[in-house]
């Protein structure tokens, strides 16, 4: 036993044949029947939901055939000939004539085209003129070599029978087939059952409505190329690239390298960026700056554009790196001047020098003292040995 969607117990043939003799006896049994009816609705009910599934994919099919068709849209002429076989109610013989359409292609399945045309054929009153137009919507059932199309159309005419005329509306209805001969150029036929109403007219006497048959013959000429249905692209598949491998890059080796140029190299010093020139530690570290040469204007204390170059690298040292040491200053001076002078001299040059490099940044315990003329490097008797002779030094302390 089980429950289905609709909530309804239902029983298995296994199950029957375990019911109680009373249920499976040949005479039926109220329980019988109900059973019974309840596994012919439930099998109704199946055959219902699969009829409703299939009917639901079968039109999903046109839709999906829609996205992979290049609709053709193009105009075109279709100039026709018509054979008419004349209603009993105009008391005519059959006839001929002919006309011209100028359509679009609408999408898949529709076709819309305006047509002109002219029929004649004789009566018992004269002979019978028809000239009008009418505006065609055309439903094809597939568009393939051969298509098969209905169509439906409404419009006007002007009707003479011998000198009577009118104008009148009329409607055709009827079914044709397309055949294609090549992209540009289709055969058509199709016969067409028209109404005619002259709408009191009295074109001939008795009545103002026929009805006629026509059969067509032509040709559809469209304008233009046909558009091509375009093959399915394949997905691209990527092509194989192998993994790049990098090379490693080289590992340097700091113990071969040498920054700063103070002969200790990168591993060992704790000091980059010494300024050249400076005397350093086992560490890298500097311990001795001297400056020599013309740093100082003449006779004066002021700083050149040199020097204060030269204290700027010493001064970013040592905030890039500091230094808990005390430095000190010394001032140096040759033999030009009395001692007391240059001693003052050189007193006022140190004091320049750490004043400028305390306005840098730097933090460390500075101290100045000027030597004057008391410890020259060089002889005071040539030009070369008094400017060296004349100089600072920057001295780091250790404790």
């Not at 554009?305 to 700027?312: C, E, G, M, Q, V």
């Not at 000027?370 to 040539?382: K, L, M, R």
Request: charged share 20%.
């Amino acid at each position: 036993m089980h429950v289905d969607f609709l909530g309804i117990e239902q029983f298995h043939s296994s199950e029957i044949l375990q019911r109680p003799a009373a249920l499976t006896s040949s005479k039926p049994t109220i329980q019988q029947h109900m059973l019974g009816f309840l596994l012919t609705q439930d099998k109704i009910m199946r055959t219902k939901l699969l009829a409703i599934t299939a009917l639901t994919s079968l039109s999903c099919l046109p839709l999906a055939q829609a996205a992979d068709t290049v609709q053709d849209q193009r105009w075109y002429v279709a100039p026709f000939a018509t054979f008419i076989k004349s209603g009993g109610d105009r008391n005519a013989s059959d006839g001929w004539g002919g006309g011209m359409g100028f359509g679009k292609m609408l999408d898949k399945y529709f076709n819309v085209e305006l047509r002109g045309f002219y029929n004649e054929f004789g009566g018992t009153n004269g002979p019978w003129n028809l000239a009008g137009g009418t505006l065609d919507l055309q439903y094809f059932f597939t568009r393939q070599q051969i298509s098969p199309y209905i169509v439906l159309a409404a419009g006007g005419m002007n009707t003479c029978a011998s000198a009577n005329c009118g104008v009148g509306l009329i409607g055709e209805a009827g079914v044709g087939v397309n055949v294609a001969l090549t992209d540009n150029l289709l055969f058509r036929t199709d016969v067409r059952y028209r109404y005619n109403n002259n709408l009191n007219a009295q074109v001939q006497s008795g009545t103002d409505e026929f009805h006629d048959l026509t059969v067509n013959l032509g040709l559809v000429i469209p304008f233009g190329d046909k558009p091509q249905q375009m093959a399915r692209a394949e997905p691209l598949q990527p092509e194989y690239q192998a993994p790049v491998t990098q090379a490693p890059e080289p590992k340097i080796d700091c113990a071969t390298q040498d920054a700063d140029g103070d002969n200790v190299n990168d591993c060992l010093d704790r000091c980059a960026s010494t300024v050249q020139g400076s005397k350093v530690d086992v560490n890298g570290c500097p311990v001795k700056i001297v400056l020599k040469g013309e740093h100082f204007q003449y006779d004066s204390a002021e700083l050149t554009l040199n020097a204060r170059a030269i204290l700027d690298s010493v001064a970013e040292s040592l905030r890039n790196y500091p230094q808990k040491n005390t430095i000190e200053v010394h001032g140096h001076t040759s033999s030009e001047g009395s001692n007391a002078y240059n001693q003052r001299l050189s007193q006022r040059r140190a004091n320049a020098v750490m004043a400028y490099l305390k306005l840098k940044g730097v933090t460390n315990k500075l101290l100045t003292k000027g030597f004057g003329e008391t410890q020259p490097i060089a002889d005071n008797s040539t030009a070369e040995g008094k400017a060296e002779n004349r100089r600072v030094e920057l001295i780091w302390l250790e404790y």
